[in-house]
RNA sequence: GGAGGCAUAGCUCAGUUGGCUAGAGCACCUGCUUGACGUGCAGGGGGUCAUAGGUUCGAGUCCUAUUGUCUCCACCA
């Protein structure tokens, strides 16, 4: 029983010896018991390509400390890991890997680049995970899922399937963001704005009617050969002739209409727009209203078009089976093959030839990037699947304000309203190999679009076989959005779907509310009918200790394994639990980690001080009989303890949770109660030996249960090695607070003595007396069966060689150190400067008295003794009286010097 | 343009539904080989809680405005 601990805790060769323990004894998997009440968190997935963060490093922190809390209270506590494909962020690093061996994706085929990103997911997904462990991550590992698993992609296809069918997914011609780097469209949500130096381009577009020039701005030039149109405001009495009217296309001399059109805003420039349907979503639904042509004059790898892309999109054009809105394309001449940017450059040049430039007005703006690769978006027509977003947002707002999921911090549920209410169709196909590939099939014969859950081989119209399945895939987050049922086995209806789901919290930063958070909620309600998780934890992001993001580019990322090899993953755990409150960011730095370490190492020794006082044989903790004040003190100290640690956890105040334990290890139990019962210890009296190792051990091992969540491997460290019950500190039951273990009276005699204990202390140490230098306490009290109990600790905790207690003792030769509730004489001689006395004795005096009518002036004030809480005046009438108190004793000090 | 956060000690931040005269860590100053710990112990200095109003018996906490700062969303011919 009895083991030698080392002079200082040391993380390494602890951490990873006790995780294996808990692994071994299958202590995190969830037994799906129907008879427990189930806990669920399903992981955030991290990317397979990602290396922990220390985003991760907080996320799973704060999970990990709300699932192993559930757990202790007895709950069926499924806590769900997984990574995600992250499509574009794993094509892209393999597309990169590939480029250095001089190959592409087209050079490798679909089959074999598949290939490779298997392989690469085998190596570098399972990193993230012995990341993850490394925390000490309490996760049922046997239910590890990955969004691209057999499981979720039959769930994926169950669900397009059903969309499709309910006509809540379709396929049509839109204006997409066009990623001209990564090749693919990507959601409105994953493009990103960063402000850009450019110019507004003044232009000069002659009116065929009347021959004047109109004067347009534009940022972007080069779309104008894709011009089908120049608009102004049907109300703007400047342009009021040129109604019906046409203008002449520089460059092409094409004709184009003048159309009149509520975008054309007359306060902004001069009114006038020219109109690029196919490269600008405004431009794109004007083109709607008036019913343009729409001209694409740019390829989907970010050239201007020509010849061959001009025959291509006319042949589907001529063959009919061309869907609702689809583009011409333009053959640009001697501009096509250009890059964008190399056609700005060129068209700027005729146009300035021709006299059509009339200025450059240099400006800046905020231009839209690829969340991945902070390319420009190029604004394209392009025909995609899209997710018809209003009638799944309805619900999944509705479900909100009703409460049925709340967000905490509830501000954030603004932010999620917010997001809801102004989402767009959702363009989910992505034009990348890499994902859960679209289970549509065209045949070939008829044109007919085939959805099916399972891989047709002949066309239900027309018997053909020629069937062709879609090339794209779908955006990562639609297969993110299924993830709380999707892990749990549906569209199954297993086992674990019918206790674990709904989920019950989710634990997130802001920063994905609207990529997944929201996706989840509509996509739970409109295929499970429930709410996928009843509470939303939104944590902040982690930041440098400047308080800039963590980024890459920055280079000021802290890597967490660093941190965990330096100092211990409980200390990195308890650092980022430490002052964080819900939503907000919070900023690491070397001091936090530093503190935290040192709070371990505390913890560490005050238990090397209670093991090499314990007996071989000691029994397993309880409250022994014969408590003595200072055991009654603790125990009552610890209960609120419980009560105060378990009300934070339940109200997601973890930051709050971990300060009350820091303050009670630290302040409480390790400078009092262990110095306290040293008194004991050291002493002769065996049953009075026995009684104070056994509090000790009764409250230390149950407060290591209240750390537990937060310090899982010291906790359990230490708990095995004081007496215990049971194989692990994880599965062992969380205190409850008890009515029976609250001793307010001697919680208050202790206050006295301890009161007295630091007034003697201070007045020491203000004479520079150093603590070697041992004097005899004379106390005058009237509570003195407290002090009678407390004399011994004069000694040991004031420096005193003998403690009286009684009546009229001589003030000549001593200095007097007054409490609230005593006086005592310290009798210092020589140290003694009778003026010194009398000046601080009265400067005390005159604080009491100013403390004495701060507190009337409240009680004698009607309102408040009528108004507030009967406790709150109480209180005040209590430190009323020991203002009195003190002014009397000071008054007599005084009066005797 | 819209929304939200933050503003408290030299620094970084807590402060839970308004209720003892505002706290912690770090830094600073003074003592200490106190039989668990110097990653420690004891003591100390340091804040008119951004500004101006308001509600209340009572405001760091709630309301309004202002200033500074950060973030998100939208727009940008």
């Not at 007996?615 to 100290?637: F, M, V």
């Amino acid at each position: 029983m009895k083991r030698e601990l080392a002079k200082q805790y040391e993380p390494g060769e602890v951490e990873g010896r006790i995780y294996h323990r808990w692994l071994d004894g299958g202590y995190f998997h969830a037994p799906c018991d129907p008879d427990k009440k189930p806990y669920t968190i399903v992981i955030p997935p991290p990317n397979i390509t990602g290396q922990l963060h220390m985003g991760h490093a907080l996320d799973e922190t704060l999970q990990d400390i709300l699932i192993r809390w559930k757990r202790m209270c007895g709950y069926d506590t499924l806590w769900l890991p997984g990574t995600d494909h992250a499509s574009i962020a794993t094509e892209a690093k393999i597309v990169a890997a590939m480029r250095e061996e001089g190959l592409t994706k087209e050079d490798l085929g679909r089959e074999k680049f598949l290939e490779r990103a298997w392989d690469w997911k085998k190596t570098y997904g399972g990193r993230i995970v012995e990341q993850l462990k490394s925390l000490g991550s309490s996760c049922d590992w046997d239910r590890e899922r990955f969004t691209l698993d057999e499981g979720c992609s039959r769930a994926v296809r169950e669900v397009f399937v059903n969309f499709y069918n309910e006509g809540l997914i379709y396929r049509g011609n839109r204006m997409v963001n066009w990623c001209p780097c990564c090749n693919t469209s990507i959601s409105d949500a994953e493009v990103e704005y960063s402000e850009k130096e450019s110019n507004f381009w003044h232009l000069l577009y002659t009116v065929k009617e009347t021959g004047e020039k109109l004067e347009l701005a534009t940022t972007r030039p080069e779309t104008m050969l894709g011009d089908t149109a120049v608009a102004i405001n049907g109300d703007d009495p400047r342009y009021a002739h040129l109604h019906g009217c046409h203008c002449i296309l520089p460059l092409l001399n094409k004709e184009i209409p003048i159309v009149c059109d509520e975008h054309a805003d007359m306060t902004k420039g001069t009114g006038v727009v020219k109109i690029t349907p196919a490269h600008d979503p405004n431009d794109f639904e004007v083109g709607l209203r008036h019913h343009l042509p729409i001209v694409r004059t740019f390829t989907y790898d970010g050239h201007l078009t020509g010849k061959a892309e001009k025959e291509a999109a006319d042949a589907l054009l001529a063959s009919g089976r061309a869907a609702e809105n689809e583009p011409e394309v333009l053959d640009c001449g001697k501009y096509a093959g250009m890059t964008t940017m190399e056609a700005r450059k060129a068209i700027l040049a005729d146009l300035e030839a021709g006299g059509y430039l009339k200025y450059t007005e240099p400006l800046k703006h905020d231009v839209g990037t690829c969340y991945r690769c902070h390319t420009d978006i190029e604004p394209m027509v392009s025909k995609q699947w899209f997710v018809r977003m209003e009638p799944l947002a309805k619900p999944a707002m509705e479900c909100v304000e009703k409460g049925e999921i709340k967000f905490v911090p509830e501000r954030f549920t603004k932010n999620y309203m917010n997001w809801m209410k102004n989402t767009r169709d959702w363009c989910i196909s992505r034009q990348l190999w890499w994902g859960h590939r679209i289970p549509a099939w065209y045949c070939a014969d008829c044109g007919a679009v085939i959805v099916e859950k399972e891989d047709p081989t002949v066309c239900p119209k027309c018997g053909g076989t020629h069937l062709e399945q879609d090339p794209d895939t779908l955006d990562t987050w639609f297969s993110s959005a299924l993830w709380p049922f999707s892990t749990l086995g549906w569209p199954d209806e297993t086992e674990d779907l019918a206790h674990f789901y709904p989920t019950d919290t989710l634990v997130t930063g802001y920063d994905i509310i609207g990529f997944w958070v929201s996706r989840m909620i509509f996509s739970g309600l409109a295929h499970t009918g429930k709410a996928p998780f009843n509470t939303v934890l939104i944590h902040g992001l982690v930041r440098d200790a400047k308080g800039r993001k963590m980024s890459k580019s920055l280079g000021n990322g802290i890597d967490p394994l660093e941190i965990i090899d330096k100092y211990g993953a409980d200390a990195l755990r308890f650092a980022l639990a430490t002052g964080n409150s819900p939503g907000n960011a919070m900023r690491f730095s070397d001091e936090k980690i530093e503190a935290s370490r040192n709070f371990a190492n505390k913890l560490w020794n005050a238990n090397r001080f209670i093991l090499m006082n314990l007996t071989d044989d000691e029994p397993a903790p309880h409250i022994p009989a014969n408590l003595a004040i200072e055991d009654k003190w603790i125990i009552s100290r610890y209960n609120d303890l419980v009560h105060d640690v378990s009300n934070s956890l339940e109200n997601f105040e973890l930051g709050i949770a971990v300060q009350n334990l820091y303050d009670f290890i630290w302040d409480v139990f390790c400078d009092w109660y262990i110095e306290l019962a040293k008194t004991r210890l050291n002493g002769e009296d065996a049953a009075a030996k026995e009684t104070v190792r056994a509090v000790l051990v009764y409250v230390m091992s149950n407060t290591l249960k209240l750390l537990h969540p937060f310090m899982p491997f010291i906790t359990e460290e230490i708990w095995q090695a004081l007496p215990h019950e049971g194989e692990t500190i994880m599965l062992s039951p969380w205190p409850k607070f008890d009515e029976e273990l609250t001793f307010r009276a001697e919680e208050n005699a202790m206050e006295r003595i301890m009161a007295a204990v630091k007034a003697v202390r201070n007045r020491r140490s203000e004479m520079n007396v150093p603590p070697s230098k041992k004097a005899k306490l004379f106390i005058e009290t009237k509570y003195r069966d407290d002090f009678e109990a407390g004399r011994q600790f004069m000694f040991r905790l004031a420096y005193a060689s003998d403690v009286e207690i009684g009546e009229g003792f001589p003030s000549d030769g001593t200095v007097s150190v007054i409490t609230e509730s005593a006086r005592i004489y310290i009798p210092l001689n020589e140290l003694v400067d009778i003026e010194a006395e009398k000046a601080r004795l009265t400067k005390e005096l005159e604080k009491a008295q100013s403390d004495l009518a701060f507190v009337d002036k409240k009680l004698n004030n009607p309102g408040f003794v009528e108004k507030a809480p009967e406790a709150v005046v109480n209180g005040q009438r209590e430190m009323r009286e020991k203002c009195l108190a003190k002014i009397a004793m000071l008054e007599e000090s005084l009066g005797k010097l």
